[in-house]
């Protein structure tokens, strides 16, 4: 597959402006579009690999702007108040998700099943878009920010959704996960979960190092397991076939 198209692309909610980037594979009509929501450092090197990958799956990618601005954090000392601001405004990030999906369904063709993908903060986001009763393909989260639906929010998601979370996750431990399992059960909502034993948060970042004593640890495999499952997930919502392409 060629290199990507790499176009930035400007939405909106009233007066806060937010920047996209928009990823395409260059030599193909997309077999689905995904707004990736990503992690707290926003459209950063990680981001671009996540993007990078469902562009080999044959997908349109927006890498969302989680903070608005633009704004991309350089140090882990500007993230706390950064992600707080997003647990304490989730109905905000629904609405600038919303805006997202409806900018990316500009840029592809009519009847492209649209889906969305978080990881960390960006996976609170991407569950509470599903239940805002939404209608899209499907919700992908992995290694996300595990949260019940705030007071008022519904709990009925007409999608599937795949969660893909580790067994040792300090941020969403299993005591969460088990909650949001309940959720789902008691709303009928279509969701399956892959639980990777011995792995943490972050899991999938390479620059989070091993050691097993962190809050945030790369696991190769369980990466490795993340992304055949993603693959198969995209495959099955959108109705096509599992591609060849070797997953790295």
């Given at each position: 597959?060629?290199?990507?198209?790499?176009?930035?692309?400007?939405?909106?909610?009233?007066?806060?402006?937010?920047?996209?980037?928009?990823?395409?594979?260059?030599?193909?009509?997309?077999?689905?579009?995904?707004?990736?929501?990503p992690d707290w450092r926003g459209q950063s090197p990680l981001a671009r690999d996540h993007a990078s990958?469902?562009?080999?799956?044959?997908?349109?990618?927006?890498?969302?702007?989680?903070?608005?601005?633009?704004?991309?954090?350089?140090?882990?000392?500007?993230?706390?108040?950064?992600?707080?601001?997003?647990?304490?405004?989730?109905?905000?990030?629904?609405?600038?998700?919303?805006?997202?999906?409806?900018?990316?369904?500009?840029?592809?063709?009519?009847?492209?099943?649209?889906?969305?993908?978080?990881?960390?903060?960006?996976?609170?986001?991407?569950?509470?878009?599903?239940?805002?009763?939404?209608?899209?393909?499907?919700?992908?989260?992995c290694s996300a920010l595990l949260k019940t639906a705030a007071e008022g929010m519904d709990t009925r998601?007409?999608?599937?959704?795949?969660?893909?979370?580790?067994?040792?996750?300090?941020?969403?431990?299993?005591?969460?996960?088990?909650?949001?399992?309940?959720?789902?059960?008691?709303?009928?909502?279509?969701?399956?979960?892959?639980?990777?034993?011995?792995?943490?948060?972050?899991?999938?970042?390479?620059?989070?190092?091993?050691?097993?004593?962190?809050?945030?640890?790369?696991?190769?495999?369980?990466?490795?397991?993340?992304?055949?499952?993603?693959?198969?997930?995209?495959?099955?919502?959108?109705?096509?076939?599992?591609?060849?392409?070797?997953?790295?």
């Amino acid at each position: 597959m060629s290199e990507p198209i790499e176009t930035a692309l400007d939405y909106a909610v009233g007066e806060q402006r937010y920047s996209a980037l928009l990823l395409r594979p260059s030599d193909q009509e997309p077999k689905a579009a995904i707004v990736l929501l990503p992690d707290w450092r926003g459209q950063s090197p990680l981001a671009r690999d996540h993007a990078s990958f469902l562009n080999s799956l044959g997908c349109t990618v927006m890498i969302a702007d989680l903070y608005g601005d633009g704004f991309t954090p350089d140090s882990p000392d500007q993230v706390g108040p950064m992600v707080q601001r997003l647990m304490e405004h989730r109905k905000q990030g629904v609405q600038a998700l919303a805006a997202c999906v409806d900018r990316l369904g500009q840029e592809v063709p009519a009847r492209t099943p649209m889906l969305c993908m978080g990881y960390s903060a960006g996976g609170m986001i991407a569950l509470d878009y599903g239940r805002s009763g939404v209608d899209i393909a499907g919700i992908i989260l992995c290694s996300a920010l595990l949260k019940t639906a705030a007071e008022g929010m519904d709990t009925r998601i007409r999608m599937p959704v795949l969660v893909l979370q580790g067994t040792q996750d300090q941020v969403s431990p299993m005591k969460t996960i088990a909650e949001v399992v309940t959720e789902m059960d008691e709303a009928g909502n279509d969701v399956r979960y892959e639980l990777y034993s011995q792995t943490h948060h972050a899991f999938d970042n390479p620059d989070a190092g091993t050691d097993s004593n962190a809050r945030l640890v790369y696991s190769p495999n369980s990466a490795r397991r993340a992304k055949q499952a993603i693959a198969r997930f995209v495959a099955e919502v959108t109705t096509q076939p599992l591609s060849e392409t070797p997953l790295p």
